[in-house]
């Protein structure tokens, strides 16, 4: 199949279930961690650019960090360019995992559309 990059967390049992998903259809893996690596603003903003969504859906909303940050009041008087070195700051702060193949991008898992998605 095709060479995918995967942002994620190794030790998080979504990504864990995504990766062993997309091994099973043949794909080859770049992993990243997110947590030691996150992706820079630029990175961020070409993922964002590809997939087509918000900016929030790349934030992890149920996280530690996003809730400790009170987030959810701050995001909607931040500016784009804000919101992605914020996520670029802290990788506890994306969503993941955020799968590439430099043409597409999903953020999360849901077997349903990881499937179709990387078919």
Not at 52 to 65: W, Y
Not at 77 to 104: C, F, W, Y
Request: glycine share 6%; proline share 4%; hydrophobic share 35%.
């Amino acid at each position: 199949m095709s060479r995918l990059t995967i942002y994620q967390y190794p030790k998080c049992s979504t990504c864990r279930k995504a990766v062993k998903l997309l091994e099973s259809q043949g794909h080859e893996l770049e992993s990243v961690n997110v947590f030691e690596e996150p992706p820079t603003a630029a990175q961020l903003e070409q993922l964002i650019q590809l997939s087509g969504l918000d900016i929030r859906k790349f934030f992890n909303t149920s996280g530690e960090v996003y809730r400790e940050m009170n987030l959810k009041e701050k995001l909607p008087h931040m500016t784009d360019a804000e919101k992605i070195d914020l996520l670029a700051s802290n990788g506890r702060l994306i969503k993941r995992p955020i799968v590439t193949d430099g043409r597409q991008v999903t953020v999360g898992f849901k077997e349903a559309e990881f499937v179709q998605s990387w078919s």
